[in-house]
């Protein structure tokens, strides 16, 4: 048998790179759970704790469905215990709870990805009236939405996740209001989303009986999702902005599909906005523009962390109808939020995120 030997000289192999730990409160929400999902197969976390969003006592829970990838027990929620176990902790809770404890985590040295809206606004005025209960921001908050704010995002002590609709909306409009293709004041977004949207808690609107056999307008021009939207607008146009915004809930369990009605600049065609979103979006794994004549579904989308984006030229003259798809729970909430993590821990953006989707 013919043996290779390392050469005398040759340096040492290189000791594998640490793992970083990572825990997840509000672990037993759809949130909280898809986190665990994504990363219990993640080659360099080490999920040292998950806890359920309350502090109340009770018997430890097990996740069935992450048998033998991830066997821990969901424990009661515990700042100390997150401060002292984890380097980066995911908050999947409600925003009075994430508003509380982000900053102690800060301020502990702990890097805070937060799934809630509690420090996605950046005005006060707008904070105070939309996320009362947060009452002011921590230093070194990032708005996470990846692939616009990636340098942001990577020394960031606080990730501020974005919410779904905010996603589907603001990563096709951004690139159009900043070359000045479209008129930012004049934008109509009817958004439609499954259930698992409203969260898992018991709630007359998410009701079996309530959702299936049919589709009804929810938070109808009171949503707290749409000053997000103009909050990522604004800043790409360089001036305050206003949308049409009506959310819609549809009987599927997850998915969002936006539809979204512009007015395009004098001279300007759908081909010149496809061909600008897809030369925007040319080197970024999760974000795709179909060619024309391609309209995507969410099934498409279902289960991974892509977006689906697609632009038609309305029949109405200087107009375009632009289509974005995502599933809720992955890049709208907690896929988004381990690609985040990927950026600030400097690993490749798609780990742990490669899945995918499942179809139909």
Excluded at 181 to 191: P, T, Y
Excluded at 329 to 341: C, D, E, I, R, T
Aim: one cysteine or more; aromatic letters at 4%.
């Amino acid at each position: 048998m013919h043996t290779v030997t390392q050469p005398v000289d040759a340096p040492p192999p290189a000791a594998p790179p640490a793992a970083t730990r990572v825990a997840v409160a509000g672990a037993t929400g759809y949130t909280g759970q898809e986190l665990l999902r994504l990363l219990s197969r993640h080659p360099r976390v080490t999920l040292t704790a998950a806890m359920s969003s309350g502090q109340a006592g009770g018997a430890a829970r097990r996740l069935p469905a992450l048998a033998r990838l991830w066997d821990g027990e969901i424990a009661p929620l515990s700042r100390e215990a997150l401060a002292r176990d984890a380097d980066v902790v995911f908050l999947a809770l409600p925003d009075i709870a994430a508003a509380e404890i982000a900053p102690p985590l800060v301020a502990a040295g702990v890097r805070v990805i937060d799934l809630s809206g509690a420090f996605r606004l950046r005005d006060e005025a707008a904070r105070a009236r939309w996320y009362p209960e947060t009452h002011q921001l921590p230093e070194g908050v990032a708005y996470g939405l990846t692939e616009r704010e990636r340098a942001a995002v990577a020394s960031a002590r606080l990730v501020a996740n974005p919410g779904c609709y905010p996603t589907a909306a603001q990563l096709p409009l951004i690139p159009l209001i900043e070359k000045k293709l479209i008129d930012a004041g004049d934008i109509i977004i009817d958004a439609k989303s499954g259930v698992t949207g409203a969260g898992r808690d018991a709630k007359q609107g998410s009701l079996y009986s309530e959702v299936t056999e049919g589709i009804h307008a929810y938070g109808v021009a009171s949503h707290r999702h749409a000053p997000e939207i103009e909050q990522g607008l604004a800043e790409a146009a360089g001036k305050p902005i206003l949308v049409n915004f009506t959310p819609h809930l549809v009987p599927m369990s997850r998915g969002i599909l936006a539809t979204i009605y512009v007015k395009m600049a004098p001279g300007v065609t759908a081909d010149q906005l496809r061909a600008a979103l897809t030369e925007r979006y040319r080197k970024e794994y999760f974000v795709r523009v179909l060619p024309n004549g391609s309209a995507p579904a969410t099934r498409h989308v279902r289960g991974s962390n892509f977006v689906l984006m697609s632009v038609h030229a309305d029949r109405v003259p200087n107009r375009a109808i632009i289509m974005a798809v995502e599933d809720n729970l992955v890049k709208g909430a907690s896929g988004q939020a381990v690609q985040n993590m990927n950026v600030m821990a400097g690993f490749p953006e798609e780990t742990a995120l490669e899945q995918l989707p499942l179809f139909p």
